[in-house]
């Protein structure tokens, strides 16, 4: 069974950092895009970042470009997320996402359909 945990949510004060883990059992990773995305109260599952399978590649929501940086570690078949300047509208449930269906693509996804695998996500809570 394919399990993705996320861990290192928490509340924390706007301006600060924190940095979140994501990982996988039951299937490697190595080859596909892996991504996180957010989901706040009351609105829909947003994109955050997506990395290609060899760390290369990223992608960056418009609202987060330059704050967040993803980073993944195959031999630990895990993806983090560093999150820095954090403000209250970052406020969400974050979730990671494992791609299945790519394999060595050099531009990751960006959408929630296009990710076959999800962690049960972590709250972070940003106050002002």
């Known amino acids: 069974q394919v399990q993705l945990a996320e861990s290192g949510g928490r509340l924390v004060q706007a301006g600060s950092s924190l940095r979140l883990s994501c990982s996988a059992s039951g299937r490697t990773f190595g080859m596909n895009a892996m991504a996180w995305f957010r989901q706040g109260p009351g609105k829909e599952r947003e994109f955050v970042a997506a990395?290609?399978?060899?760390?290369?590649?990223?992608e960056y929501g418009v609202s987060v470009k330059g704050r967040f940086v993803i980073s993944r570690d195959n031999a630990k078949n895990s993806v983090y997320l560093q999150m820095n300047s954090l403000k209250p509208e970052d406020t969400a449930v974050y979730f990671c996402?494992?791609?299945?269906?790519?394999?060595?693509?050099?531009?990751?996804?960006?959408?929630?359909?296009?990710?076959?695998?999800w962690g049960q996500g972590t709250q972070v809570t940003v106050s002002s």
């Open positions: 996402a494992g791609d299945a269906k790519l394999l060595r693509t050099v531009v990751p996804p960006t959408r929630v359909g296009q990710y076959e695998y």
């Open positions: 990395i290609n399978w060899r760390g290369g590649g990223t």
